[in-house]
């Protein structure tokens, strides 16, 4: 992709981080929203990878993205940042020391803007959605729901890990799947399609070495077990624990909503997105329950960067006279800015 210099001189910017146990990802982009740098490194997210290692990571890559920048701006690396926001999973777990060290190693202890830290939900619901307040489930390796107002949580579901939740997660699908398989191989019955796909998987024949090996491997690893049920379809077994699984899922945005169908709400995490195996029917039965507004989620970088020029600018406001259409268009234009940033397709909700 060729990148054009843009001629300014006093142009202040804002950064945008999702940061997550596989990569660390930031963007730059002008006050006005045009993304004019993107960097990309390792694993940043504190809880899996120690916080000096996620403060040298993170650094780096905000390093590399200021350098990308200054050579955009017309060369000049003197444009100053003047908000953060940084999305982070697990970021309830930090307190307030460990937060505030971070910030301080990452941008500087001296650093005159705010710096702010936020959850993986907040930045995948504004990655879905120019709404300012809604809600987003994200149904992936792990699984849960928040309510989200301005990138702040209000109220949350679930999402606790796989030893006490997660539940409608690729890990709970991996455990139902063998759970499954156990009962059709105590009963004596003929393995059907989803119990032979997971005997051939962990390599086992019957219950014994099938939950051995289960221990062996450790609970987490089950979530590799999660493609095997709709792959198994139209097997009863399967079909029964996608049903659960959607259930769980879409009960948990309704819980949270309490009535309030008006609002926004954004499908995050693979189980729920795209082809995933739960998206048509979590969204069939959140329409059932009357929600109209089902959003996808998009790139989590681009909804770090909204809530970091939302909470700069207040863009998620209407306009003069009730218009909704310019936070809409806005939010839109920054997305696909980020896309051409990056040299990909815009995604556009």
Known sequence: MTSYPIATAALELVLGADIGGTSTRIALATTSGEVVATATGGPGNPAAVGLSASVATVRDVV???????????????????????????????????????????????????????????????????????????????????????????????????????????????????????????????????????????????????????????????????????????????????LDRAAALVSRRLVDLADGRSDLAIVLAGSLVTGSGPLAEPVRHRLQEAGFAAVHEAGDGLAGALWLALTGRGGRTQADPGGDTGGPARQWSALLGSLGVCRGISPHHM
């Open 63 to 241: 390093t590399e993205a200021r350098k990308a920048a200054a050579t955009r701006l017309d060369g000049s690396s003197d444009q100053p940042i003047v908000a953060a926001t940084v999305g982070l999973a697990g970021v309830s777990t930090l307190d307030h020391e460990t937060a505030a060290r971070f910030r301080d190693e990452v941008f500087g202890p001296d650093h005159s803007y705010d710096v702010r830290l936020v959850s993986d939900f907040a930045v995948a619901y504004s990655s879905g959605t120019w709404h300012s307040h809604g809600l987003v489930t994200i149904a992936g390796t792990g699984s849960g729901a928040m309510e989200i107002r301005d990138g702040d949580q209000l109220a949350r579901r679930d999402g606790w890990g796989w030893l006490l939740g997660d539940e409608g997660s690729g890990w709970w699908l991996g455990r139902e799947a063998v759970r499954a398989s156990l009962r059709e191989l105590e009963h004596g019955t003929d393995p059907g399609p989803l119990t032979r796909s997971v005997l051939t998987t962990l390599g086992t024949t019957g219950a014994a070495d099938t939950i051995a090996e289960c221990y062996r491997r450790g609970p987490r690893e089950l979530s590799v077990l999660a493609r095997l049920v709709s792959d198994a379809l139209p097997d009863p077994a399967a079909a029964d624990i």
